[in-house]
């Protein structure tokens, strides 16, 4: 949906363009990165070498530059995005390892990895314990014993696929670079490791660029069916594998490129669409309804609840997904969601969440990814205001 093409001879004016490209690479110009006229949405060309440190982008048709919000505008730039909202390895106390020096002090050396993590470096590995994988493994069959049946069917597809190629099992928990690499292979995207929970927009701007930006810390032992934020157990028996269906990460990355430059109003509306897809997403299979998202892929009780055996619970209220009505709605985060999204299928939302993000109006651009420089590209020249 967003791959990359080649500067085609199909017109004059694409010609000139290109012509332009040529001379300024010729003397090391700094042109602009800019969607080519008249390609239409989903192919996207390069214009210009690289991201420009201020990009402040100078096109040859003399328009001057946008001014914007801050946002990446290549991979590097995600380097300054790590910031997280829970001072990194600070525990609330009602978190399960509040009271537990050591475990503290073992998250402490696993944000080591991430903090000094930089774009181009090797993905970082951590020597898991004996008491981390006992978790896992406990975790792992628990939600293998149930996702064959409430699972989507791409998910258990991929999952089965992971555990051919000896990537996902019960006796070990995988490696990030391990799985960044399968999932590249597979859709492009590829994995980035964090200390936890970020601010919305910047986790959101990396889907732009097909990075999903993981945690690798295991929750407390004391409880291995419960965690109050995100671990690895939630991105890779959750996440990881939908990131492998090409509808999936078509969506996920159409909600990134959104939130690229956009407003605050727009950020919040494209986070909540993102929870009740991406987190909480339920789809129709054969009439059935299947979870796709990874806070129900992650946990067994809600996984069973959400697909209809709500048991003292009851059931849940479901509506057809419509990701502008649900992108202003509110949802509990402590809890089972009162309310859940229905696609029909993958495919219908991920046409749905496209079509969402094109309606919003908050951006005087537009925004693509050209797979091939790994670069932000925009339709208009754009001065990206000062990194806060």
């Known amino acids: 949906m967003h791959s990359s093409i080649k500067l085609a001879l199909f017109s004059r004016q694409t010609f000139c363009l290109a012509l332009l490209v040529s001379l300024a690479e010729c003397f090391n110009i700094n042109t602009l990165p800019l969607l080519v006229p008249g390609s239409g949405s989903g192919t996207r060309s390069r214009v210009g070498p690289t991201c420009d440190p201020q990009l402040v982008q100078n096109d040859q048709r003399g328009q001057q530059p946008l001014e914007s919000l801050w946002f990446p505008a290549c991979k590097g730039d995600l380097d300054m995005c790590g910031t997280t909202l829970d001072a990194e390895v ?9 009271q537990d020096a050591e475990y503290r002090k073992r998250r402490a050396r696993i944000a080591e990895n991430s903090l000094g993590y930089r774009h ?9 314990t004996d008491s981390e994988t006992e978790t896992w ?10 996702s064959g049946k409430h699972a989507a069917s791409s998910y258990n597809d991929i999952v089965g696929d992971l555990e051919r190629e000896g990537l996902f099992s019960d006796k070990a928990i995988p490696q990030l670079g391990d799985i960044s690499d399968y999932l590249e292979a597979k859709t492009g995207f590829t994995l980035r490791p964090v200390t936890g929970l970020m601010t919305p927009r910047h986790f959101l701007n990396g889907l732009a660029f097909k990075i999903f930006h993981s945690t690798q810390y295991v929750r407390h032992h004391s409880r291995p069916l419960y965690t109050p934020e995100p671990d690895v157990l939630h991105e890779f028996c959750g996440h990881v594998p939908m990131f492998a269906d090409p509808a999936f990460a078509a969506l996920s990355q ?6 690229i430059g956009a407003s605050d109003f727009e950020i919040k509306r494209l986070a909540t669409a993102y929870w009740f897809s991406v987190e909480f997403g339920l789809c129709l299979e054969r009439g059935d309804i299947k979870a796709y ?7 067994i009780g809600e996984m069973q609840y959400a697909c209809g055996l709500g048991g003292a619970r009851g059931i849940p209220e479901y509506r057809d997904f419509d990701p502008a009505a649900a992108s202003l709605h509110d949802y509990p985060i402590t809890d089972y969601q009162p309310l859940y999204y229905v696609a029909s299928s993958l495919e219908d939302a991920e046409a749905q969440i496209g079509s969402f993000c094109n309606s919003l109006t908050g951006r005087s651009f537009s925004v693509g990814y050209d797979e091939e420089s790994q670069t932000i590209v925009t339709s208009r020249p754009v001065k990206r205001r000062e990194f806060n």
């Open 90 to 98: 600070d525990l609330q106390a009602d978190h399960p390892g509040f």
């Open 120 to 128: 181009g470096d090797a993905l970082p590995t951590v020597d898991y």
């Open 137 to 146: 493994t406990s975790v792992y069959k628990a939600l293998r014993s149930i």
């Open 254 to 259: 159409s909600i990134g490129l959104a939130s």
């Open 293 to 299: 998202g990874a806070g129900l892929l992650s946990s």
